[in-house]
């Protein structure tokens, strides 16, 4: 059964800071690989998505590695700003229908 | 809409109660999935369709909860004799297909429906 850790749980930093959210996952066998956003009392908001023969993706501040190899992935954000506070969370989509298996994802509070 | 929808967003019940709960996918989207996510938590994998047909319902953890999507668009979970411990927010995510490159397997949410039992 496919299990996807996430670390750190949370995390605060002060605004402008680079920051790198870690996702770790035990079957390498996945379809893909998607990174959300959720705020409170919200959805989840897709932000990257990797699929299994590709290593990174990226949008704007935002850079997503995937290692299937070592079961990991990495979400980095590049000068950290209060509007990117969320839970971040990270899914693992497998074979035969892709559905996602989640992290526990990780509470970001950027302060000002 | 763009996006895809659920209603009721909030639903209050009384243990025992039945309930359902509705969601729009994203127009031409075949595939669709519902989760369940307590509190603090990251959501876990409840069901999975493909156009009408239910593929998948091994995430689904009773035989109280039932889900259907009988034209391959809307789609509606049932929790039968609701207990206190299936509060929390449903999910409903769909994508263009199931297979394919990224543009067609990646998974958009909806708002969610937050279900509390009393």
């Known amino acids: 059964k496919q299990e996807v850790t996430q670390i750190p749980a949370a995390l605060s930093v002060p605004e402008g800071e680079n920051l790198v959210l870690n996702c770790s996952f035990t079957?390498?066998?996945?379809?893909?690989l998607q990174w959300f956003r959720q705020d409170p009392g919200k959805g989840l908001t897709s932000l990257l998505l990797?699929?299994?023969?590709?290593r990174e993706q990226t949008s704007g501040r935002l850079n997503a590695s995937l290692d299937k190899s070592s079961g990991r992935s990495t979400l980095y954000i590049a000068a950290s700003q209060p509007g990117d506070s969320a839970t971040y969370l990270c899914?693992?989509?497998?074979?035969?229908?892709?559905?996602?298996?989640f992290g526990g994802g990780t509470r970001l509070m950027v302060k000002p | 809409g763009a996006g895809v929808s659920q209603s009721p967003r909030y639903k209050v019940a009384k243990r025992g109660q039945d309930v359902a709960l509705r969601c729009d996918p994203i127009s031409g989207h075949v595939s669709l999935f519902w989760y369940q996510q307590a509190l603090g938590q990251g959501p876990e994998f409840l069901t999975y369709?493909?156009?009408?047909?239910?593929?998948?319902k091994s995430g689904l953890p009773s035989d109280r909860f039932f889900a259907e999507r009988p034209e391959g668009s809307v789609s509606t979970l049932k929790i039968q004799r609701t207990q206190q411990e299936d509060s929390a927010v449903y999910l409903c995510a769909s994508s263009l297909k199931a297979s394919g490159g990224a543009f067609y397997n990646e998974q958009f949410f909806g708002p969610g429906t937050r279900l509390t039992v009393l």
């Open positions: 079957d390498s066998a996945i379809y893909n």
């Open positions: 899914a693992v989509g497998r074979f035969a229908g892709n559905m996602l298996t």
């Open positions: 990797i699929q299994s023969s590709q």
């Open positions: 369709f493909q156009n009408e047909a239910q593929l998948d």
